[in-house]
């Protein structure tokens, strides 16, 4: 049986944006002041939503714990780490699914804050075979690509949380106080 067609990412975005702005997608008196607010939200909500999206990407490139849990039971083990089981990461992944990609984010840079080096290096192993068996990876050193891969969801979870201070509602007063904060240096 064939998986189900996601979604694309210009409907993604189109429910984002009408989700932050109470349009309806097939509104047809958008007016200049329409038109502006989805320019101001489609710019400051940018880096959330990419950021968000590469962050579920980063997981999809995994077997999903249905489609391997030994998989996750070695990536548990070997990062020594709560944060990463799907019972526990599992709710934040479908809320994210869902549009709301901070609790996801939090969880992942959670498991980051307390993994040791060796464990580090040990989920990297885990992740970096799993990415071989299911990528165009085979010729690269497991644990190269998995450390890329793991360095990758930590960066990407910080430009989540980053990027969610940037809301639009308040990316007005935001920008007012870095300006006057930057005003009398």
């Keep these: 049986m064939p998986l189900p067609r996601l979604r694309s990412y210009d409907d993604q975005l189109a429910d984002y ?11 047809t008196g958008l007016d200049a002041r329409n038109v502006a607010d989805i320019a101001v939200v489609a710019a400051a909500a940018c880096e959330e939503f990419t950021a968000a999206t590469h962050l ?31 019972a526990n990461i599992g709710p934040r992944v479908l809320r994210a699914l869902e549009g709301d990609p901070a609790g996801l984010a939090h969880q992942v840079l959670s498991a980051f804050g307390e993994i040791t080096a060796s464990h580090r290096a040990a989920a990297a192993k885990v992740v970096g075979g799993a990415l071989a068996d299911t990528a165009d990876l085979a010729g690269f ?45």
């Design 17 to 27: 944006l009408r989700g932050r702005l109470d349009i309806p997608l097939d509104s």
């Design 56 to 86: 579920l990407d980063l997981l999809a490139a995994i077997p999903p714990p249905t489609g391997n849990p030994d998989f996750w039971q070695a990536l548990g083990k070997a990062s020594d780490t709560p944060h990463l089981i799907p």
């Design 141 to 185: 050193d497991h644990t190269y690509i998995g450390t890329l891969w793991l360095t990758d969801l930590e960066q990407t979870a910080w430009r989540v949380l980053l990027a969610a201070r940037t809301r639009p509602e308040s990316f007005q007063a935001a920008r007012l106080t870095f300006r006057a904060g930057w005003k009398d240096a």
